[in-house]
C-alpha cells in the first residue's frame, strides 16, 4: 500500500519570504498523481498544485511550485513570497493513475506567515 | 469550474436520530464521488468510495449500516448517518472526482450530535 509522510507538523514563514514544505512518499507504481491541497481555518480543501508522474517538468502555480524528485520519491512545495492568505493546513495527497482514485493522504503542515 | 457543495454546512441532533448530509457537483458530473471523516487536528480519513448507480464501497472499519451513501445521480451523493451518537460528531467532507483525475472538495459538515 501506498504511503505518504509530511515531516514537518508545523512550520513558518515571515511574510513575502519563500518557504518549503516537504513530502515524501512510498509506491511501487510508476504511474501516478500527487497533490497538494490547502485548509485554510474555514476547512475548506483547495487544490494548490497537480503533477503527473510521468511529467519531468515541475508543475508550478503562480506563487506555488514543486519540486518533484521521482527516482527519491519527493514531492516538496514551494511558496514564493508569502502572503498572509497563505497561512492554513497543507496537505501531500497521492493517487495511483488507475484503480480506486483514492487519495491517500499525509499528516499535513501548519503552515504560519508572520507579518 | 469544478465546485462541489455540501449541504448542510452544520448540524445538531439528538442521539438516536439519523442526520442526511447532501454532497452534489454543480458543474461537472461526478461518476464518483468520496465521504472523508477529518478529527481535530488530522488529517482526512477515507470513510467510502460512491459510484454512481452502484453500491459504496467502504473502507476497514467503516460500519456500512451505520454510514449509508446513496449515490443516485452524477451530480449528487448522500451519507445518512444513521441512529447518530456523540462518538458520530465530526467534521465530514464530500469530495468529487472531476477533470483531470482531480478529486474537488466540499465545504464540510459540523455534526455535533447531543
Redesign the interface.
Known amino acids: 500500500a501506498q504511503t505518504v509522510t509530511q515531516s514537518q507538523p508545523e512550520m513558518s514563514v515571515q511574510e513575502a519570504e519563500t518557504v518549503t514544505l516537504s513530502c515524501t512518499y512510498d509506491t511501487s507504481e510508476s504511474d501516478y498523481y500527487l497533490f497538494w491541497y490547502k485548509q485554510p481555518p474555514s476547512r475548506q480543501m483547495i487544490l494548490v498544485i497537480r503533477q503527473e508522474a510521468y511529467k519531468q517538468q515541475n508543475a508550478t502555480e503562480n506563487r506555488f511550485s514543486v519540486n518533484f524528485q521521482k527516482a527519491a520519491k519527493s514531492f516538496s512545495l514551494k511558496i514564493s513570497d508569502s502572503q498572509l492568505g497563505d497561512a492554513a493546513m497543507y496537505f501531500c495527497a497521492y493517487r495511483s493513475a488507475g484503480g480506486a482514485q483514492k487519495l491517500v493522504f499525509g499528516q499535513g503542515t501548519r503552515l504560519t506567515i508572520n507579518p | 469550474g469544478a465546485v462541489v457543495s455540501q449541504h448542510p454546512s452544520w448540524v445538531i441532533c439528538k442521539s438516536g436520530t439519523s442526520v442526511k448530509i447532501e454532497c452534489r457537483s454543480l458543474d461537472f458530473q461526478a461518476t464518483?464521488m468520496?465521504w472523508y471523516r477529518?478529527f481535530p487536528k488530522?488529517?482526512?480519513m477515507?470513510m467510502a468510495?460512491s459510484n454512481e448507480g452502484s453500491k459504496a464501497?467502504y473502507e476497514q472499519g467503516v460500519e456500512k449500516d451505520k454510514f449509508l451513501i446513496n449515490h443516485a445521480s452524477l451530480t449528487l451523493s448522500t451519507l445518512t448517518v444513521t441512529s447518530a451518537h456523540p462518538e458520530d460528531s465530526s467534521?465530514y467532507?464530500c469530495?468529487a472526482?472531476g477533470i483531470?483525475?482531480?478529486?474537488?472538495?466540499g465545504?464540510?459538515t459540523r455534526l455535533l450530535v447531543l
Open positions: 464518483t468520496f477529518q488530522q488529517s482526512l477515507l468510495t464501497t467534521f467532507i469530495s472526482s483531470r483525475e482531480t478529486q474537488y472538495f465545504p464540510g
